[in-house]
T-cell receptor
Framework: GQQVMQIPQYQHVQEGEDFTTYCNSS?????IQWYKQRPGGHPVFLIQ?????EVKKQKRLTFQFGEAKKNSSLHITATQTTDVGTYFC???????????FGTGTRLKVLA | EAGVAQSPRYKIIEKRQSVAFWCNPI?????LYWYQQILGQGPKLLIQ????????DSQLPKDRFSAERLKGVDSTLKIQPAKLEDSAVYLC???????????FGPGTRLTVT
């Protein structure tokens, strides 16, 4: 069935190292959103990408939407302990408004 | 600006009992979502409203779950009867636009024993 997979499932990094999570959909997405969920918290919106091949930056975070609008990535440069949490991609399949969340990548940053 | 409000925050019930959750979205947000998040998984969309109309409810187990959004503002999600596998966090979210950024409430943690 239709699904949105994220890899890796878990990532442990030393503080200061870079981190990347990849989001892959079986079907094209109208747009892609990224959320961060801290342990015990609720998802918090980070960014939305709409155009094919779009790249956006937020300080140390770089987001990319694939040319085929079926994949996306989030890259964090020089991780900090405040980056700890689970990162989810989400989006509606093209032609629908039904939101599908990815499986998530849990990031742990070791000081 | 007030965020998305949900109540209760925690609920423990026995299987076969019923339970209801309440959500008040951000003022002016026409789109409201109910998600189920099982520990270690991503949120799963149960139902999505645009004002008081249903946009999608394809993943709502309609034999036991129901939801309504009277007057296009507050919403309630009900489970009757509950099963052990319904233990999860139920998240409510709202957005200004139909495909826009979503703002989540704190969630209701449901434990079914």
């Amino acid at each position: 069935g239709q699904q949105v997979m994220q890899i890796p499932q878990y990532q442990h990094v030393q503080e200061g190292e870079d981190f990347t999570t990849y989001c892959n959909s079986s079907t094209t997405l109208s747009n892609i959103q990224w959320y961060k969920q801290r342990p015990g918290g609720h998802p918090v919106f980070l960014i939305q990408l709409v155009k094919s091949g779009e790249v956006k930056k937020q300080k140390r975070l770089t987001f990319q939407f694939g040319e085929a609008k079926k994949n996306s990535s989030l890259h964090i440069t020089a991780t900090q302990t405040t980056d700890v949490g689970t990162y989810f991609c989400a989006g509606p399949y093209t032609g629908t408004y039904k939101y599908i969340f990815g499986t998530g990548t849990r990031l742990k940053v070791l000081a | 600006e007030a965020g998305v409000a949900q109540s209760p925050r925690y609920k423990i019930i026995e299987k076969r009992q019923s339970v209801a959750f309440w959500c008040n979205p951000i003022s002016g947000h026409a789109t409201l979502y109910w998600y189920q998040q099982i520990l270690g998984q991503g949120p799963k969309l149960l139902i999505q409203f645009q004002n008081n109309g249903v946009v999608d409810d394809s993943q709502l187990p309609k034999d036991r779950f129901s939801a309504e959004r009277l007057k296009g503002v507050d919403s309630t999600l009900k489970i009757q009867p509950a099963k052990l596998e319904d233990s999860a966090v139920y998240l409510c979210a709202s957005s200004f636009l139909l495909a826009g950024e979503q703002y989540f409430g704190p969630g209701t943690r449901l434990t079914v024993t």
